[in-house]
C-alpha cells in the first residue's frame, strides 16, 4: 500500500549547520508530496509542497525536491536556527480523493 | 480567512464517560480528516470524510470511535465508553477535493483529551 517513511530522529545540531532530512515514499500513480512542521506545543503547518516529479518546494529556506527516480523527497536547508527546533513531517496525497499519508515524524534539536 | 478550528481545546474526563469533539473545517473544504497524536508520537489517521462519498473509517482502533459529518461541514468525533489509552491529542484538518493538483491539509489546533 501507499506510505511515507521518514529517517529516525531525534536529529541534533549545532546553529548554522546543514540539514538533510531523508525522506521516501511508496505510491502507484502521481502523488503529491509535502512536508509540514509542529513547533513545540503548536499544531501541524504546510512547510512546502511539490505536485510533480521534478519540483522543488521551499520555504523559509528549507527545500525539497520531488525525485520520482529515487521516490524521495528529501528536506533540506543550508543554515539551521535555533528556532528550526520542532519535529517534521513527510506526507503524500493521491487519488481523486486526496487521501493523506504520514510518516512518523522526525524531531529536530537545534543548538545554539 | 476563517482556518479550522476544534472544540473544545481541552477535555478532561473520567474512564467510562462519552465524549464528544467537534471540527470545523475551513469554508468551502470538501475533504475533512480525523487524526490522532500521542504524546511525542507521530499521527495516526483516524477517519476521512469527502464530499458525499461513504468516509473511509480504516483507521478507527474501535468500535467505541465514531465520527459525522452534517451537511458536509461540520464534523463530531465520538468516543464512547472513554479509556486512558484514548489520551491523546485529536486533531482535525481539511483540504479541498483534489483533483489534478492536490492540495494541503490545513490542520486545526487540537483537543487534547485526559482521561482519568
Known amino acids: 500500500g501507499d506510505s511515507v517513511t521518514q529517517m529516525e530522529g531525534p536529529v541534533t545540531l549545532s546553529e548554522e549547520a546543514c540539514l538533510t532530512i531523508?525522506?521516501?515514499?511508496?505510491?502507484?500513480?502521481?502523488?503529491?508530496l509535502f512536508w509540514y512542521v509542529q513547533y513545540p506545543g503548536e499544531g501541524l503547518q504546510l512547510l512546502l509542497k511539490?505536485?510533480?516529479?521534478?519540483d522543488k518546494g521551499s520555504n523559509k529556506g528549507f527545500e525539497a525536491t520531488y525525485r520520482k527516480e529515487t521516490t524521495s523527497f528529501h528536506l533540506e536547508k543550508g543554515s539551521v536556527q535555533v528556532s528550526d527546533s520542532a519535529v517534521y513531517f513527510c506526507?503524500?496525497?493521491?487519488?481523486?480523493?486526496?487521501?493523506?499519508?504520514f510518516g512518523s515524524g522526525t524531531k529536530l534539536n537545534v543548538k545554539p | 480567512g476563517a482556518g479550522v478550528s476544534q472544540s473544545p481545546s481541552n477535555k478532561v474526563t473520567e474512564k467510562g464517560k462519552d465524549v464528544e469533539l467537534r471540527c470545523d473545517p475551513i469554508?468551502?473544504?470538501?475533504?475533512l480528516y480525523w487524526y490522532r497524536q500521542s504524546l511525542g508520537q507521530g499521527l495516526e489517521f483516524l477517519i476521512y470524510f469527502q464530499g458525499n462519498s461513504a468516509p473511509d473509517k480504516s483507521g478507527l482502533p474501535s468500535d467505541r470511535f465514531s465520527a459525522e459529518r452534517t451537511g458536509g461541514s461540520v464534523s463530531t468525533l465520538t468516543i464512547q465508553r472513554t479509556q486512558q489509552e484514548d489520551s491523546a491529542v485529536y486533531l482535525c484538518a481539511s483540504s479541498g477535493s483534489g483533483g489534478a493538483i492536490r492540495e494541503a491539509q490545513y490542520f486545526g489546533p487540537g483537543t487534547r483529551l485526559t482521561v482519568l
Open positions: 511539490a505536485t510533480k516529479a521534478d
Open positions: 506526507a503524500l496525497s493521491k487519488g481523486n480523493f486526496n487521501k493523506f499519508y
Open positions: 531523508n525522506c521516501t515514499y511508496t505510491a502507484t500513480g502521481y502523488p503529491s
Open positions: 469554508s468551502g473544504h470538501t475533504a
